[in-house]
């Protein structure tokens, strides 16, 4: 069984590479997280897990990670990535993440992940008590790369 992990955080970076994977990766190295291994999780915050404004995770790690991301080849597009927390009013309860990517503005990103955060919390019939967005946009120039996510750690 895997450890349940302590603590998340918010990233967000845009970038351009020569190909799409390296500007992926270069978006990751910006994002703070280009050194580690991402695990992609589902959209649930596991219970009692505090944000941090940065984590603190040894290279080559696995890093359970939920996250949108898009990447374009189309010079002049503009694509955007954004993520979302919500967290209910009980230090105890579990949270949910959204994650989102598309061909549209850093806001209209934010506010898909704002409004999926609320119907997934009122679908589970929980009180909000906060949410946490942070998101990115970019134009593609030749081949560029939005990346948000929620790192998880221990």
């Not at 270069?26 to 291994?37: D, P, Q, T």
């Not at 939920?66 to 309860?93: F, K, M, N, Q, R």
């Not at 061909?103 to 999926?116: G, H, L, P, Y």
């Not at 909000?128 to 929620?150: D, M, N, Q, S, Y």
Request: glycine share 10%; with cysteine.
């Amino acid at each position: 069984m895997l450890p349940t992990p302590k603590s998340y955080t918010l990233v967000a970076a845009a970038a351009e590479g020569e190909k799409e994977l390296t500007a992926f990766d270069r978006a990751l190295l910006l994002a703070g997280i280009g050194n580690v291994n991402l695990v992609r999780v589902s959209s649930i915050l596991p219970p009692g897990a505090e944000y941090r404004e940065k984590l603190n995770i040894p290279p080559g790690s696995l890093v359970p990670i939920a996250y949108g991301s898009l990447s374009s080849t189309e010079p002049g597009a503009l694509i955007a990535a954004a993520v979302a927390v919500g967290v209910g009013p009980d230090a105890g309860s579990f949270g949910v993440i959204m994650e989102f990517s598309g061909f549209c503005s850093q806001e209209e990103a934010e506010r898909e992940v704002r409004e999926m955060v609320i119907e997934a919390f009122r679908y589970r019939e929980m009180p909000l008590k906060e949410i946490k967005v942070v998101g990115v946009e970019h134009r593609v120039v030749r081949c560029g790369c939005v990346f948000a996510a929620v790192p998880l750690w221990y």
